[in-house]
């Protein structure tokens, strides 16, 4: 077994060019994640998980298990951050200095989780474009698979969605009611095409002019279509989809049939919630 170890890390990769991540005071459990993998491969994961104990009390530089402890100890001290170097200093063992990082950093990282756990489920898209919005809400779940919490594909589906403004509606309605499986992958592809669409049709607004029409209406709230009376028709998240006001009542004759362009099918005389092909998927 020892003469096993000693060709396999003559052979093995730097640790540099397998751990990209360094150790920091809040990344313990992703730091972990890479590098225990990588010593395993190596068969160096018992002197850290107390599999390979020293053959005895006294560890002495000529014994076989030494070189191989000592090259793991190197391991670990070069994949973390000078700040946290401080804290293994002095240490002689690989088994104690992962002891003494798990200590110091596991709970916390932990925590950092759950926070991450907490943001993914909170998210909103707000002024943010499609794209951002999905990487943001993608590098949360990498994260989070990274360090053994796994969020499912149809558990970031129905975050994702969630996020959206109000002016994804009918998009979330069409998703949500469909049989078929989508991916992940097929849901950013639905949300993409939808933005590009009704962005060139005008009927979602550039998002700086709408955060500044929403600073400018002073309705209280981020919720367009819950705004005071009198609103901007581009009010909430940069949407145009209703033209009635809040108490149910027709807009007045300035704002006649005549005037209304369907944001949906781009025809004259109706709006979107009036349209034929309001829910037809297919058109």
């Known amino acids: 077994m020892s003469n096993s170890l000693q060709i396999n890390t003559m052979s093995s990769p730097s640790i540099s060019q397998v751990i990209n991540v360094k150790l920091t005071q809040e990344n313990y ?33 000529e014994s076989i298990w030494y070189p191989q402890d000592q090259l793991v100890l190197s391991l670990i001290n070069s994949s973390v951050t000078e700040e946290v170097l401080s804290t293994v200093v002095g240490i002689t063992t690989a ?6 990082l798990e200590r110091q950093f596991a709970s916390t990282s932990r925590a950092r989780a ?11 898209k707000k002024d943010m474009t499609i794209a ?34 109000l002016d ?23 949300m993409l095409s939808y933005e590009m669409r009704h962005l060139r049709n005008g009927t979602l607004e550039q998002f700086p002019f709408a955060n500044n029409v929403n600073s400018m209406s002073n309705r209280g709230g981020t919720n367009g279509r819950r705004g ?7 009010g ?31 025809k004259p005389n109706h709006d979107a919630l009036q349209c034929w092909h309001r829910f037809d998927q297919a058109y």
């Open 114 to 124: 759950m926070q991450n756990h907490m943001e993914l489920s909170t998210i909103q």
């Open 228 to 234: 005071g009376r009198g609103r901007q028709s581009n």
């Open 29 to 61: 459990l992703l730091w972990s994640a890479q590098i225990l993998p990588y010593l395993r491969s190596q068969g160096l994961v018992g002197f850290v998980d107390g599999s390979m104990p020293p053959p005895n009390q006294t560890i002495t530089v």
């Open 236 to 266: 909430g998240r940069g949407q145009t989809w209703h033209t009635r006001n809040n108490s149910g009542r027709q807009p007045s004759k300035a704002q006649s049939n005549s005037d209304k362009v369907c944001q949906i099918c781009g």
């Open 168 to 190: 994804y509606d009918p998009l979330v309605t069409s998703i949500t009611t469909r049989t078929d499986v989508y991916t992940v992958s097929d849901v950013y592809a639905h």
């Open 95 to 100: 088994r104690e200095a992962w002891d003494m």
């Open 132 to 165: 951002d919005y999905f990487r943001k809400v993608k590098r949360l779940g990498d994260t989070l698979a990274a360090i053994g919490k796994r969020v499912e594909d149809e558990e970031l589906i129905a975050y994702m969605l969630q996020g959206l403004g």
